[in-house]
């Protein structure tokens, strides 16, 4: 791969960091340009330059939060996370409906344990609340720790 | 030798701002300039220069603008201002009360100004 093919996907990966603006990269990618013109003038190859200059660059989410905790009117960006913002409602929805039919499923095996054999005393059946309420808490818990995980 | 996170932090703004204060410059070249002076022991991630610059602009310590030097890209700038050299100078006095403080506290590193790596 070419430097300027490696430095191009380098821009593309950087840019998609929250609370970096098209301007923050556009200094990053000049200072990693100038720390490759260096090292190649060091003797280093275009690979081994490309290497050694995005390692000094630094993790990028200590950078992304720095800049986050410098410009906090970007701030908001931080709560869409690094992910792709369109993928986050569709899964809620689909692991709502999960819980949904398990909790279905589960209350139904309550009432047929709860009928056969026949005059067995109703335990699941008064108990069904036991079968059903740890998977609303389990749904809630995930969903509540998702959250703080965002405003973190 | 490993300096210390906080210790580098803390010492970050009074380094740039004096560095600066030489005369206008761009991130990479700042950072160069850093690792010069300390002859390599002060590392920073370089990509941690640039909040900290951004920073530096917010509270009004510098000033910044971009321009293409002759064959080259696009470049963002970076110049001290008044209120810049007024903080620096009040960095600096501090830096001394603490340097004087621990010369004296440890009286077995001799000056340690001027002690390296080994101790």
Redesign the interface.
């Given at each position: 791969m070419s430097l300027e093919s490696q430095v191009s996907e380098w821009r593309r990966f950087v840019i998609s960091a929250p609370a970096l603006n098209g301007?923050?990269v556009?200094?990053?990618e000049?200072?990693l340009?100038?720390?490759i013109a260096?090292l190649n003038a060091a003797g280093l190859s275009d690979d081994e330059a490309f290497m050694v200059a995005v390692k000094?660059?630094?993790?990028?989410d200590?950078?992304s939060r720095?800049?986050a905790?410098?410009?906090s009117d970007r701030l908001w960006k931080q709560l869409l996370g690094p992910g792709d913002k369109a993928s986050a409602a569709p899964s809620g929805w689909v692991e709502a409906l999960v819980v949904a039919c398990v909790a279905a499923v589960a209350m139904e095996l309550a009432r047929i344990v709860a009928d056969f054999p026949d005059k067995s005393p109703p335990w699941f059946t008064r108990n069904a609340s036991l079968f059903v309420l740890p998977l609303l808490a389990g749904y809630f818990a995930g969903y509540f720790a998702r959250r703080r995980r965002l405003w973190n | 030798m490993r300096v210390d996170k906080d210790l580098m932090a803390a010492s970050a703004t009074p380094l740039v701002l004096a560095i600066l204060a030489e005369g206008e410059s761009y991130g990479y070249a700042i950072l160069k300039q850093v690792r010069g002076l300390s002859k390599g022991e002060l590392e920073w991630s370089d990509g941690m220069l640039y909040p900290l610059l951004h920073r530096l602009g917010r509270l009004g310590y510098v000033t910044t603008d971009w321009r293409t030097p002759a064959g080259g890209r696009r470049r963002r700038y970076y110049a001290i201002t008044d209120a810049g050299r007024t903080a620096l100078a009040d960095h600096q006095r501090q830096w001394a009360v603490v340097t004087r403080t621990l010369t004296s506290a440890l009286p077995m590193f001799g000056d340690f100004t001027t002690a390296s790596g080994g101790a």
């Open positions: 301007h923050d556009d200094e990053l000049d200072h340009r100038h720390q260096d000094r660059m630094g993790d990028l200590a950078v720095e800049f905790r410098e410009h | -």
